[in-house]
């Protein structure tokens, strides 16, 4: 009887300290999910926003005057190029993520076998390069003048392609699989690709499509390579014509631009600086919700069976 | 040899990605040279004049051709670098764990669907924007944070003309942004944890805590370590688009918020390319250092197991 | 399975090279065995093309590429493509292709697309800087390539508008906004309606511009005070000669009557102008914005809620649109300070078109410009397209058929005094004034100067280090001065700025050597 009460008073106890917990827990995400998403209302209010009252009266959360002459002049001024934009982004988001997940899963997964001797000394020749660069010019010349990826969707797919960083994230959760369930699978003679394609890829599927997010996303707000090899506006993906649109804002705050040219650049308002924005997070938005199950999931998924 | 013979497959599942390491990352090193010269374009990176270390002791103020005394920016911007990565990659990993732990205690679907989605959000703004929301926030006449000031009483406070308070607003900027991003990867390594461990706690009386620090956080471990020292390689290069985006070229604040790319860009112009070169040069050396020493102690608490 | 990885990577490998094949064809290099371009590798600013006269044999078409800042629109990749290079075709036998850069990356973009030695055959940038990219090596010797090719354009270019763009001794730039300019940047650009609402009737002087503010404050709540802190035109009003500014960005000024220079921080005139800041501030009349984001004073004028902003000839013209659309009943008029003191022509215009020693076809660069000045209707041409299309002519005036029509090419960067044709919104006084400007105008001394930064480049960094931390606030007159000053001043010591201005000194001495003053 003495176990059952103690057994009992554990329960009310945890029970107390559980609620504590779950508290902390609701109020803690609902602090930070609102601190993340204020701003986010911020912006689309401005976005849907007279200018001139903007710049007098400041942002708020609240429409101001509410147009959508912003909107218009955007899809009027680039409309098509947006458009175009769209197909060349999600076109090199799903190969280049197909791609990178190709190769980034077979190294990550070959440097998760802690047997393999070499494995830190290619895991320290992957790390050096997030450590040491050549800079801008030695790697441009080299790209544009050796591999010729001057104006090609290559530039825009391959230099991306691996990422150490997503490697090494990879590599820790393909660690978490008990060498044991690959032992066995050797044991009836498989190779090691049959056992990377076949068993530790499917176990890994929430690692895996984690890290092909963070690439999907790299791909998705790709505009360096096009700013540094695309000169032909057919191949602009859509976040280098966005960025193109906030560029002269920083151009100017910057004291760059010489004083005859910068009065006649032509400043992008508030209100336009946030409808970019918006058309950029757009079809994340809506994407989003979808993928977003298996993350939610969490904990209950991907159950290692012994 | 004969470990390539037993491991082959696995050594030529790794080739692809070494392909496009020696491609963009090797190959182009060549051009380090850069920093040891004084690089004229007609010159050639490999045929400009040797300086050997003149652009490093430019960085620190040593000049050679001049009487001029020792300038101590170069130092300055290298304290603010390490300070403002230093405490953004502490809470940077904090936060998001937090985050990721408490998602894992809800159990509401509908409420971890919205509040997942609002906190990736501001991973997708950027820098300049989220410069223009901070000036929203800390503007003198109609920001908000001033508005709040006033109306309990307080007076207002001129935010951009006070250069200290600006570490912590861009620190506070840079985890805020990344927080939610940062906390799927720990959402992603949790799910890989074994269930039947949380329930053989459960049978022996723990509570939700005590769980969770005593099986969620050590089980974190490897995933933490591998991203904070992958930081810490980085810890000496600042970000110039966050800094560039919040304060722009504010000189009120520059004391406080130079990091050394920034204080090294503003020099280009005069110097060249040969002196950003040089001390990205120096930026990379320090991290090596610093992270070869951090794998170390890591693979000490770590079961042997480091970043490399 | 070996197999099935090996298949796996192959076909990787096709999808990619699928992709490498997909660049587009390479552009025709430009040249028809005429004008070569040797990258000598030791040859610093000697002449290092070869140049041979025009031989383009009739039907073919080479390609002038030209770097360009800005956003490349639909309606300017059409004009071009269907307008003006099948015309270009015809009467010069060369089609242009621009290469956009956004400003923010502009410079970054250039730098790195001529280091790798990237066929640019023309470029543009700020006159100021032409010393830095001679320096830098971004620019040849184009003085034979102007005999050979330009004989239209120099008819509308006189030799000292060309003397800007020489640098010891040898033409390295076209500068190319040809149009009156004396006293730039001198002038303060006011709104006149809240002048004349407040009861004012002109600004002469500094006193009258803080009176104007005061009232302002007081009548008009809603605006926020004065844009810009300008420092320049309040220059002109305290100081007794007129200072040139002639190198290291703000900090050396000439004196263009004791014909010395001098640190522009240790002069009275400096020390005057940041008082009279100071005490702006402490009238409550500046806002914080004026020194935290100097930079962004144009943008700030342009909301219409700010008083003044400091210009050149034309600056009301050049940004009413915008204003107006914020605030319709807004009026612009320019001041000048000081009226009755000199006015000095201090610059060949702002602008300088510069081409790189990787150009592959600079003959049809030089020929392109040609062409565009040739005629003022090929001038209208490349600014606002085919007469009648988006503009008609009425008067000697345009008329834009859509007033938010933006033009092709930049008219501030091919502005040209013999050209240029107004638009209808402007007033008729204003180009009685615009055509007599220069009248009774000195030339500076150092107008062709161009200092060069090779010997002192390490103390030019650490000076501009203290200016923008240390001077810029005392400038600004948002830090006391006198607690600030002498501290900044010995910064400015230790920085290195005697020798600095020794060597400007030095130089300055070796240039009148040769060209002898101008008054």
């Known amino acids: 009887m003495d176990l059952n009460e103690n057994k009992k008073r554990n329960r009310i106890h945890s029970s107390f300290e559980d609620k504590i917990v779950k508290g902390f827990a609701i109020v803690f995400i609902s602090v930070i999910a609102i601190a993340c998403f204020y701003p986010l209302l911020m912006v689309l209010s401005v976005s849907l926003s007279d200018n001139a009252v903007v710049t007098k009266k400041g942002f708020s959360a609240i429409p101001q005057a509410f147009t959508l002459d912003t909107y218009r002049y955007l899809f009027s001024r680039s409309g098509d190029r947006i458009a175009r934009s769209y197909i060349v982004t999600i076109a090199i988001t799903v190969i280049g993520t197909l791609g990178a997940m190709l190769v980034t899963s077979m190294i990550s997964f070959a440097l998760s076998i802690k047997d393999l001797k070499y494995r830190n000394a290619i895991s320290f020749i992957c790390n050096f390069t997030i450590i040491f660069s050549a800079g801008l010019i030695p790697w441009f010349i080299v790209c544009n003048n050796y591999y010729h990826l001057r104006d090609t969707y290559a530039a825009l797919i391959l230099p991306s392609m691996f990422s150490v960083w997503s490697m090494f994230l990879l590599r820790t959760y393909f660690s978490s699989v008990p060498i044991s369930l690959y032992e066995s699978a050797k044991l009836d003679g498989a190779s090691w690709y049959q056992i990377w394609w076949k068993i530790s890829l499917p176990l890994n599927k929430t690692a895996m499509l984690t890290v092909g997010m963070i690439y999907a996303l790299g791909y998705w707000n790709e505009w360096w390579n096009s700013l540094m090899f695309i000169d032909d506006h057919r191949k602009y993906p859509l976040q280098y014509i966005l960025y193109n649109v906030m560029s002269n804002v920083k151009a100017i705050s910057s004291g760059k631009v010489p004083p005859g040219a910068a009065a006649n650049i032509k400043l992008p308002s508030e209100t336009m600086k946030m409808a970019v924005t918006i058309i950029t997070i757009g079809p994340i938005i809506f994407l989003y919700p979808f993928i977003q199950k298996y993350f939610v999931d969490g904990i209950m998924t991907g159950a290692v069976k012994e | ?308 | 399975m070996k197999k099935r990885l090996l298949a796996l990577m192959l076909a990787a490998v096709m999808v990619l090279s699928a992709f490498t094949g997909c660049k587009k064809a390479d552009q025709p290099s430009g040249d028809n065995g005429g004008s070569t371009t040797t990258q000598a590798p030791s040859n610093n600013g000697g002449s290092t093309t070869t140049q041979a006269p025009d031989n383009t044999t009739p039907g073919e078409v080479s390609e002038v590429i030209i770097l360009y800042p800005g956003e490349e629109t639909d309606a300017m990749s059409n004009f071009i493509n269907n307008q003006l290079n099948p015309r270009l075709a015809e009467e010069v036998g060369i089609n242009v292709k621009l290469i956009y850069k956004g400003w923010d990356v502009y410079w970054d973009q250039k730098a790195v697309l001529l280091n790798a030695m990237e066929p640019i055959d023309l470029y543009w940038d700020g006159l100021p800087d032409l010393a830095s990219m001679v320096n830098n090596q971004h620019c040849q010797d184009i003085g034979q390539l102007i005999k050979d090719n330009c004989p239209d354009m120099l008819k509308v270019f006189p030799e000292s508008q060309l003397a800007g763009g020489v640098v010891n001794g040898i033409q390295y730039g076209i500068p190319s906004a040809y149009a009156p300019s004396s006293c730039m940047f001198q002038l303060v650009c006011v709104r006149q309606d809240i002048l004349e609402g407040v009861g004012m009737t002109e600004i002469k002087t500094a006193d009258d511009l803080k009176e104007f503010a005061k009232r302002a404050a007081d009548q008009y709540p809603e605006m926020n005070g004065p844009a810009d802190i300008i420092f320049k035109p309040l220059t002109r009003n305290f100081a007794d000669e007129q200072y040139t500014w002639c190198a290291l960005g703000d900090a050396i000024v000439y004196g263009e009557e004791t014909h010395k220079a001098y640190c522009y921080f240790e002069t009275e005139a400096f020390k005057k102008v940041a008082k009279f800041n100071q005490s702006m501030y402490a009238d409550g009349l500046y806002r914080d914005e004026l020194t935290t984001n100097y930079n962004e004073r144009d943008s700030r004028m342009q909301q219409g809620t700010y008083l003044w902003v400091e210009g050149s000839l034309g600056k009301e013209n050049e940004i009413i649109a915008s204003v107006r659309s914020q605030d319709p009943d807004a009026r612009l008029k320019s001041y000048l300070l000081n009226p009755t003191a000199d006015k000095y022509v201090t610059a060949c215009g702002g602008e300088v078109l510069c081409v790189p020693y990787s150009a592959k076809n600079p003959a049809g660069a030089m020929k392109f410009l040609n062409w565009l000045y040739k005629s003022q209707e090929n001038y209208l041409f490349c600014l606002y397209g085919p007469e009648g299309e988006n503009y008609t002519v009425q008067d000697g005036r345009i008329v834009l058929n859509d007033p938010g029509f933006e033009g092709y090419f930049y008219e501030w960067m091919f502005r040209n005094a013999n050209y240029t044709m107004f638009t209808s919104d402007v007033t008729d006084d204003f180009i009685k004034m615009y055509e007599s400007w220069d009248d009774g105008a000195k030339t500076s001394d150092v107008i062709a100067f161009h200092f060069n930064n090779e010997n002192v480049r390490e103390i030019e960094t650490a000076i501009n280090e203290v200016v923008n931390q240390r001077f810029t606030p005392i400038e600004c007159g948002f830090v006391d001065f006198d607690s600030s000053y002498d501290a900044a001043i010995q910064e400015l010591k230790n920085a290195g700025i005697d020798q600095y201005v020794a060597e400007v000194q030095k130089q300055l001495d070796e240039f009148f050597a040769v060209n002898g003053h101008q008054h």
Not at chain 2, 235 to 250: A, P, S, T
């Open chain 2, 1 to 308: 040899m004969k470990e390539f013979k037993k491991n082959r497959q696995l050594y030529l599942m790794c080739i692809p990605a070494l392909l496009f390491l020696i491609a963009f990352a090797y190959i182009p090193m060549a051009g380090i040279w850069m920093a040891f010269t004084d690089y004229k374009l007609l010159d050639g990176v490999f045929g400009s004049k040797f300086v050997g270390l003149h652009w490093f002791k430019a960085f620190f103020g040593v000049t050679t051709n001049s009487g001029a005394k020792f300038n101590g920016m170069g130092l300055r911007s290298v304290y603010n670098t390490l300070y403002i990565n230093f405490f953004g990659l502490i809470f940077g990993t904090i936060i998001p764990i937090t985050i990721a732990i408490c998602f894992n205690e809800l159990k509401h679907k509908g409420f971890k669907k919205v509040t997942q989605s609002a906190m990736f959000f501001p991973y997708f703004l950027s820098w300049v924007v989220v410069g223009a929301i901070i000036f929203a926030f800390f503007s003198n006449s109609s920001g908000i944070v001033n508005r709040v000031l006033e109306s309990v009483g307080h007076d207002r406070i001129r935010w951009y003309a006070e250069p200290k308070y600006w570490k912590a607003i861009i620190i506070t900027a840079d985890v805020w942004k990344w927080c939610g991003y940062n906390s799927i990867i720990y959402m992603a390594a949790m799910s890989n944890f074994d269930p039947s461990l949380y329930e053989a706690a459960t049978v022996d009386g723990a509570n939700r805590f005590q769980r969770i620090w005593y099986i969620t956080v050590p089980l974190l471990k490897p995933t933490v370590i591998v991203l904070v020292l992958m930081s810490i390689g980085r810890i000496f290069f600042g970000d110039f688009g966050m800094i560039y985006g919040i304060v722009g070229n504010n000189s009120l604040l520059y004391d406080e918020v130079a990091v050394i790319d920034t204080y090294v860009y503003s020099a280009m112009k005069s110097l060249g390319y040969s002196y950003t070169t040089a001390i990205g040069l120096m930026q990379s050396t320090l991290g090596l250092i610093l992270v070869t020493l951090s794998n170390y102690f890591a693979k000490k608490v770590n079961e042997g197991e480091g970043l490399f």
